[in-house]
């Protein structure tokens, strides 16, 4: 029944944000992980189900992207709010997306690598798994780059810089700091988690 509830919100926020978006090549751009990534999730719920913390997390960094997909990273109506009463140069919600891009995946390989037994528990598989996602940020960049690159100005949406110098440097910064806030606060969680699957404490 919960993984039901999941599975309704993942589409209902889906749904939402096709309707009249920015543009609709942005807006693929933005959703297509989310998409992979519940098919993959769909694909292994029975073979390798995972934890009720880690599918929870999926899904915020899914409504997250859909977000950005509807509006884009740089006019998402919120934080183009906060950045008029701020006085901010910029709309940051693209750093909340960034965060997210190392909060949610230290989650997840931080179980995976558990649970098939890669690393074992302790300090190496904290620093592996930050590691891991700054790497996973870096390559992003790199896509951005490629997709910018092929498309020219289409894809100025969704790369979100904003006319910001250090706009890749800051958002791999985000990631690692995503990472490690994660692991500091949900890994004894998580680790409950686990255990409770009977699988490999």
Known sequence: MKYIILIAIF??????????????????????PGLIAFII?????????????????????????FVGGKYTYAEVPLFNTIKEYF?????????????????????????????????????????????FCTGISAMYELLEWGV???????????????????????DMLCAMLGAITSLTLFSKWQDKQINKLNLHP
């Not at 589409?11 to 297509?32: G, K, R």
């Not at 693209?94 to 179980?111: S, Y």
């Open 11 to 32: 589409f209902l926020v889906l749904i939402w944000s096709a309707i009249n978006p920015h543009d609709y090549f942005t807006w693929i751009l933005e959703v297509f």
């Open 148 to 170: 910018a690159e092929m498309s020219g100005e289409g894809a100025d949406a969704f790369l979100g810089t904003q006319g910001y110098a250090w706009d890749t440097q800051s």
């Open 41 to 65: 999730l769909f694909a292994t719920r029975k073979k390798f189900p995972l934890t009720d913390i880690t599918y929870t997390l999926i899904l915020i960094h899914c409504i997250i992207l």
């Open 87 to 131: 006085g901010h140069s910029r709309n940051n919600y693209d750093k909340i997306g960034h965060v997210a891009q190392g909060f949610i995946p230290a989650i997840i390989i931080r179980e995976i690598f558990i649970r098939k037994e890669v690393v074992k528990r302790g300090m190496w598989l904290a620093v592996i798994v930050v590691f």
